[in-house]
């Protein structure tokens, strides 16, 4: 199968998912130096802008918006399915959507407002990001079903570097257009990576499940 039984998950959901609940407590209590932290990395990456930064990282944050993140797994699980991945397509689609279920109850769970001065067409609470999020998901989706299929070991070191410097501008582009504070792309990221723990775990009990059914039969798992 595309995702292969890892004793390890457990203990990585577990590292992940109390970093997370550390980090959401810190920010619900309204931490001073948490908040010193993020004031301190928002001016050093606010520090220097241009009209071109601006531009470019609002180029950046419309292409990785949840709308787009979307568009891109819809897409995605469209080549899937077209290259008989059947059951791999519908588990893309799942994590994405399940996710941001799961991002929606974090953020007003935490409730945290966003950065004085953000863009009005930011709205909504500011932790975690939900761009940082779904373009974590993405990325991982890819990594973990499409870039194996690439015949070249080059083919994949060089596709998977170009997706993590795809998630840090994201990332940073959010903090310098002032719609979160670093901290939030941070929660954003270890909120991804322990939904994609579970997200694998519910992918090896009901891939062979799926595979009894008409429509995905056929499937690679």
Request: avoid cysteine; charged fraction near 15%; charge should be positive.
């Amino acid at each position: 199968m595309i995702i292969e039984s890892e004793r390890d998950r457990p203990f990585r959901l577990l590292i992940s998912g109390a970093f997370l609940v550390f980090l959401m407590k810190v920010v619900m209590d309204h931490s001073g130096p948490l908040q010193f932290m993020d004031d301190i990395l928002v001016s050093a990456v606010q520090k220097h802008t241009t009209g071109t930064k601006d531009v470019l990282f609002k180029l950046i944050t419309t292409l990785a918006s949840p709308t787009m993140d979307i568009i891109w797994v819809l897409v995605i699980g469209f080549l899937l399915w077209g290259f008989k991945y059947k059951i791999p397509a519908l588990w893309a689609l799942g994590t994405l959507i399940g996710g941001d279920v799961v991002a929606f109850i974090v953020k007003h769970i935490v409730a945290r407002q966003r950065p004085i001065g953000h863009l009005a067409s930011d709205s909504g609470y500011s932790f975690p990001s939900g761009h940082v999020f779904g373009t974590f998901l993405l990325v991982a989706i890819l990594w973990i079903i499409a870039v194996p299929l690439l015949s070249t070991m080059w083919h994949r070191v060089l596709i998977r570097t170009l997706m993590v410097i795809w998630l840090a501008l994201v990332a940073f582009s959010r903090v310098y257009l002032g719609a979160h504070y670093p901290t939030d792309t941070i929660g954003a990221m270890l909120l991804g990576y322990a939904w994609l723990q579970i997200a694998e775990w519910l992918y090896l009990w009901l891939a062979p499940k799926l595979k009894n059914w008409h429509l995905t039969q056929r499937s690679v798992l």
